[in-house]
């Protein structure tokens, strides 16, 4: 372990207090803030060019170097490189969307997606979860766990069957989890717990019951998981061929990503590999909008590290109704990451905006008819680059990096619902939401079982 250039660090301008990796630790026990991996960059081996890491591609037989986390070692080496635990993460892609730019009068060649549904859980998480994992190898955990909304226990129970190294369970709350999620838990052995309450009930739980029994904390509140989640960032100027674009746009839930992401151009910037960042955008849902209301209403900023806790934790206390959206990735009340994401939107001048749940499905439409599908978390970020166009926040001319956090078929009833055409199944899935049009449907045709009749409609279909 490279403990000797590695440390975790309090987040908070005023304590600043240090422990070492080999400690188990999710908030400084001094003053219960978030933790941060730090780096002594000058002791260690970084790259002079970002341009240097092309090299590895030559190496790809090697998994670690097949791994677009593991490939960037250098950015974040807290466990030595042959002691890492790999899946083949990170495979992902960006893809210029020109015909989606369109829709929001964009520039030809200047709206991108970054789709993360192509890992091998089927979302971001195993960016973060290969990091985790790593870490938990060093310190012998034989028991991980996480609550979740889905994507989060799907990538700890696939890392937990295929590495075989530690058990899994998984905290969910009641009717909060996406089948399509679910469903990989159950399928790859995890401990399921499902507790009477919402997401943050699973969160507040798990995070009394690891500590007691001795289980490793997977969720994003450990500083590990924000270290693989960064080198999302690190595959975007990749692609760009090192350039670095004006806009991120992520949703935000419990708020890893975009921490992580803020993190990673923070290092960047104070190495020299890098000479700006990008302007950051966090997209709430309408129904799970703490962020919002905090940094626009109350005017919450990190200061530094100097946040106004207290106030936030006020407003915490005075929040009674429980988080609701369809897009369930995000459907999170109490973000875990919010100093941390604070910390993001200083460092890249971010802007933080909210979307409802119809302006979600109907930008997931767009999207998948585009021919990337995705869940309906991930159509927040395509969603707010649309209402950020229409506030003249965006120009046309800005490049523009959409994060899409997870595949399609994570949550396939809104997808089904949305297109079926079907009365019933709409009023059950989305009516009952408030959702009111689905006006980007591709609904199924209806014939009759006879071959002139599916010819004719055929014809009529292809001439419009």
């Known amino acids: 372990m490279n403990s000797e250039f590695a440390y975790q660090k309090c987040l908070s ?19 219960g803030k978030l933790l941060d991996i730090q780096y002594e960059w000058d002791k260690l081996p970084v790259p002079k060019s970002l341009v240097n890491f092309e090299t590895y591609w030559s190496q790809r037989n090697n998994p670690t170097r097949l791994s677009g986390v593991w490939r960037f070692h250098e950015l ?35 709206l991108f997606l ?46 937990s069957a295929v590495s075989r190294q530690m058990r899994s369970i998984i905290f969910i709350g009641s009717g909060k989890i996406a089948f399509g999620k679910l469903s990989q838990a159950l399928d790859f052995g995890a401990m399921t717990i499902q507790i009477d309450g919402d997401f943050d009930d699973a969160m507040r739980q798990v995070q009394q019951v690891c500590p007691r029994l001795g289980i490793y904390l997977v969720n994003s509140v450990n500083p590990f998981r924000i270290e693989g989640q960064k080198t999302i960032m690190l595959r975007v100027l ?14 935000g839930g419990n708020l890893g990503n975009s921490s992580s992401f803020g993190k990673m151009f923070g290092e960047l910037l104070q190495l020299g590999l890098i000479d700006r960042a990008p302007r950051l ?41 429980a988080a609701d959206t369809l897009a369930s990735a995000i459907e999170i009340n109490r973000p875990v990451n919010l100093a941390k994401c604070l910390r993001a939107l200083e460092i890249c001048d971010g802007v933080v905006e909210q979307v409802t749940d119809q302006e979600i499905l109907d930008a997931k439409a767009q999207i998948g008819s585009h021919g990337m599908g995705c ?65 980007h449907a591709n609904h199924p045709v209806r014939v009759a079982n006879d071959t002139d009749a599916i010819v004719d409609v055929i014809q009529k279909q292809m001439k419009e």
């Open 13 to 31: 301008a005023t304590c600043q207090s240090t422990f070492d990796l080999g400690q188990i630790l999710t908030q400084c026990p001094h003053c």
């Open 114 to 159: 970054q789709y993360e549904g192509f890992n091998p859980s089927g979302s971001f998480k195993d960016n973060g979860m290969t990091a985790a994992f790593s870490h938990a190898k060093y310190v012998d955990a034989k028991i991980a766990a996480c609550a979740s909304t889905g994507n989060t226990s799907a990538s700890l129970a696939m890392y």
């Open 281 to 321: 955008a966090v997209i709430n849902a309408t129904g799970a909008n703490p962020l919002y209301e905090l940094y626009n209403q109350h005017e919450i900023r990190f200061d530094g590290g100097h946040y106004d806790r207290t106030r936030c934790d006020q407003y915490f206390a005075n929040l009674n109704s």
């Open 76 to 110: 974040l080496p807290f466990v030595p490189i042959e002691d890492v635990v790999t899946l083949g993460e990170g495979q992902t892609l960006l893809q210029c969307a020109d015909s989606l730019g369109q829709i929001c009068q964009h520039e030809s060649g200047k």
């Open 375 to 439: 869940e309906p978390a991930s159509a927040a970020s395509f969603a707010g680059l649309k209402k950020l166009r229409s506030q003249q926040i965006i120009a046309p001319s800005d490049r523009v990096v959409c994060v899409l956090t997870g595949h399609q078929l994570k949550d396939p009833d809104a997808t089904v619902a949305y297109h079926s055409g079907d009365a019933e199944m709409f009023a059950k899935k989305l009516g009952a939401r408030g959702i009111e049009s689905v006006r």
């Open 238 to 251: 990749e692609a760009l061929q090192w350039q670095v674009p004006d806009w991120i746009i992520v949703p």
